[in-house]
């Protein structure tokens, strides 16, 4: 019913950039917050990013100055703006969100299928 679809996703080399979008179905009635969380071959899935429904935004140590996270409700969209690219941050990126898609239903958590992220020379 409610999905989530990240795409921009790709290879790109050391101090280059990178635009994630993430875009919500059309039956979503409610956004609320929106996260992008990523995980490393061998590693836990972390939060890297988050911005509620205020637009108020939290990112992880790691990114911080770098990453640039923001949202488009009437397009259902969350983004990252990735600068500065290091090879640390390769990874599979997952979109996150809290949404709900119709009134009598209650807020849900949904995630997105993931993207992949290669930071390399």
């Known amino acids: 019913q409610v999905q989530f679809v990240e795409s921009g996703g790709g290879l790109v080399q050391p101090g280059g950039s990178l635009r994630l979008s993430c875009k919500g179905s059309e039956n979503i009635i409610n956004l609320y917050a929106m996260r992008w969380y990523r995980q490393a071959p061998g590693k836990q899935r972390e939060l890297v990013a988050a911005?509620?429904?205020?637009?108020?935004?939290n990112y992880a140590d790691s990114v911080k100055g770098r990453f640039t996270i923001s949202r488009d409700d009437a397009k259902k969209m969350v983004y990252p703006q990735m600068n500065n690219l290091e090879p640390e941050d390769t990874a599979v990126y997952y979109c996150?969100?809290?949404?709900?898609?119709?009134?009598?239903?209650?807020?849900?958590?949904?995630w997105g299928q993931g993207t992949q992220v290669t930071v390399s020379s």
């Open positions: 911005i509620t429904d205020d637009g108020i935004t």
């Open positions: 996150n969100a809290d949404a709900q898609w119709r009134s009598t239903a209650p807020t849900a958590n949904y």
